[in-house]
Structures are given as C-alpha cells and as structure tokens.
C-alpha cells in the first residue's frame, strides 16, 4: 500500500495563495473518492472539499469561491488550489480516500458521519494577518 502523503504547506500573508499537494495512486478508481480536511488548533478536523470519481466537486462553505479541489488522473495525485487565505484559514490539512459507498458531502458536513480507507499525515499551512 502507498501511503497518502500532503506537501505544499507553508507561511503565507493574509490574502496569498498556496497549492497542496498529496499523493493518491492508490484510490483513483472507481471505488474511491477524495478530499482534503483540516484541523486548526484547539478546533476539530473538518471537511474542506471533496471529489467524486465522476470528478463533481463540493466544498464547505468557508473555503467556497477561494479554494478549488483537482486531481491529475496520470500522475495519480490530488491537489488543493487556495486563494485569498486567510487567518481563519489557519490548519493541518488532510487528504483522505473515501469509499463510495459513503457519502463524501456527508464527511464534509461531519468528519465522523463515514468511514475512512486512508488519511495522510498533514500539511500545516499558517496564514498570518
């Protein structure tokens, strides 16, 4: 098994962009959706945006309009695209593979509502005001 690994985190100011990446290659079929989640200090982790096999994204309304979720189906790899950060913004993001026999909106509204096939270790970004 590859395991799941995020990288691209990093210090920003406020209103600058960052990219993570994170390596997938074993859940782009079918079976498998993605997403990134994050967990600021002192706060649970929590969805930020998912992709379903189909390739139809979601997002949690926080991040909507600044953050965008793609894959690269060669390279086998996951990104998040993240725009006009802000302080709020402030986390260790997480990628994880989803089944699709649940419901990645769902995981996005709660962290705890699905099961999980894999999570990675996290990359920390730090928006500073």
């Known amino acids: 098994q590859v395991p799941m690994v995020e990288y691209g985190g990093g210090s920003v100011q406020s209103g600058g962009s960052l990219r993570l990446s994170c390596t997938a290659s074993?859940?782009?079929?079918?079976?498998?959706?993605l997403g990134w989640f994050r967990q600021a200090p002192r706060h649970e982790r929590e969805g930020v945006a998912g992709?379903?096999?189909?390739?139809?994204?979601t997002y949690a309304d926080s991040v909507k309009d600044r953050f965008t979720i793609s894959r690269d189906t060669v390279k086998k790899m996951l990104y998040l695209q993240m725009t006009n950060l802000k302080p709020e913004d402030t986390a260790m993001y997480y990628c994880a593979a989803v089944p699709t026999s649940e419901d990645i909106l769902q995981a996005l509204k709660d962290i705890h509502r699905v099961n999980y096939a894999d999570w990675g270790q996290g990359t920390m970004v730090t928006v500073s005001s």
């Open positions: 992709i379903a096999p189909d390739g139809r994204t």
């Open positions: 074993d859940y782009f079929d079918s079976t498998y959706s």
